[in-house]
Protein backbone atom coordinates (compact mmCIF):
# COMPACT_ATOMS: atom_id res chain seq x y z
CA UNK A 1 0.00 0.00 0.00
CA UNK A 2 1.69 3.56 -1.07
CA UNK A 3 0.64 6.16 1.72
CA UNK A 4 0.54 9.76 -0.74
CA UNK A 5 1.97 12.86 1.44
CA UNK A 6 -0.66 15.59 1.89
CA UNK A 7 1.29 17.40 -0.76
CA UNK A 8 1.05 14.82 -3.59
CA UNK A 9 -3.21 15.28 -2.31
CA UNK A 10 -3.15 19.14 -2.63
CA UNK A 11 -1.13 18.81 -5.61
CA UNK A 12 -3.88 16.67 -7.05
CA UNK A 13 -6.61 18.52 -6.43
CA UNK A 14 -4.74 21.77 -7.88
CA UNK A 15 -4.20 19.89 -11.26
CA UNK A 16 -7.64 18.70 -11.26
CA UNK A 17 -9.44 22.52 -10.16
CA UNK A 18 -7.31 23.34 -12.99
CA UNK A 19 -8.25 20.79 -15.32
CA UNK A 20 -11.85 22.38 -14.61
CA UNK A 21 -10.77 25.61 -14.85
CA UNK A 22 -9.49 24.90 -18.43
CA UNK A 23 -12.91 23.30 -19.05
CA UNK A 24 -15.11 26.33 -17.83
CA UNK A 25 -12.72 28.43 -20.31
CA UNK A 26 -13.22 26.71 -23.17
CA UNK A 27 -17.04 26.58 -22.61
CA UNK A 28 -16.97 30.36 -21.98
CA UNK A 29 -14.93 31.10 -24.89
CA UNK A 30 -17.45 29.34 -27.35
CA UNK A 31 -20.90 31.12 -25.46
CA UNK A 32 -19.00 34.19 -25.93
CA UNK A 33 -18.21 33.10 -29.85
CA UNK A 34 -21.91 32.34 -29.91
CA UNK A 35 -23.30 35.49 -28.40
CA UNK A 36 -21.08 37.53 -30.54
CA UNK A 37 -22.71 35.66 -34.21
CA UNK A 38 -25.94 35.70 -32.57
CA UNK A 39 -25.72 39.39 -31.79
CA UNK A 40 -24.47 39.96 -35.48
CA UNK A 41 -27.08 38.38 -37.02
CA UNK A 42 -29.67 40.57 -34.92
CA UNK A 43 -28.03 43.43 -36.02
CA UNK A 44 -27.98 42.50 -39.42
CA UNK A 45 -31.41 41.28 -39.08
CA UNK A 46 -32.88 44.75 -37.67
CA UNK A 47 -30.69 47.05 -40.61
CA UNK A 48 -32.70 44.76 -43.52
CA UNK A 49 -36.21 45.45 -41.89
CA UNK A 50 -35.09 49.41 -42.14
CA UNK A 51 -34.32 49.37 -38.52
CA UNK A 52 -31.06 50.36 -36.84
CA UNK A 53 -28.45 47.87 -35.85
CA UNK A 54 -28.00 49.23 -32.39
CA UNK A 55 -30.60 49.66 -29.46
CA UNK A 56 -29.86 51.51 -26.85
CA UNK A 57 -32.44 50.60 -24.52
CA UNK A 58 -31.32 46.96 -24.71
CA UNK A 59 -27.80 47.77 -24.94
CA UNK A 60 -28.62 49.44 -21.38
CA UNK A 61 -30.75 46.53 -20.11
CA UNK A 62 -27.91 44.28 -20.81
CA UNK A 63 -25.20 46.50 -19.07
CA UNK A 64 -28.05 46.68 -15.87
CA UNK A 65 -28.67 42.94 -15.47
CA UNK A 66 -24.41 42.28 -15.47
CA UNK A 67 -23.90 45.02 -13.28
CA UNK A 68 -26.37 43.61 -10.77
CA UNK A 69 -25.29 40.11 -10.75
CA UNK A 70 -21.52 41.05 -11.17
CA UNK A 71 -21.07 43.96 -9.46
CA UNK A 72 -18.59 47.16 -11.23
CA UNK A 73 -16.74 44.19 -12.80
CA UNK A 74 -19.84 43.11 -14.18
CA UNK A 75 -20.53 46.50 -15.89
CA UNK A 76 -16.48 46.38 -17.56
CA UNK A 77 -17.85 42.63 -19.01
CA UNK A 78 -20.98 43.18 -20.26
CA UNK A 79 -18.83 46.25 -22.60
CA UNK A 80 -16.82 43.99 -23.64
CA UNK A 81 -19.51 41.68 -24.27
CA UNK A 82 -21.77 44.29 -26.33
CA UNK A 83 -18.63 45.29 -28.39
CA UNK A 84 -17.97 41.62 -28.95
CA UNK A 85 -21.18 41.33 -31.06
CA UNK A 86 -21.13 44.78 -33.10
CA UNK A 87 -17.73 43.64 -34.09
CA UNK A 88 -19.45 40.97 -35.84
CA UNK A 89 -21.58 42.49 -38.38
Given at each position: ????????TAAER?????????????????????????????????????????????????LDRYR??????????????????????
Amino acid sequence: MTVQSGTDTAAERVDALRRRIDEVDAALIALWQERAELSGEVGKARMAAGGTRLVLAREQAILDRYRESLGADGTRLAMLVLRAGRGSL
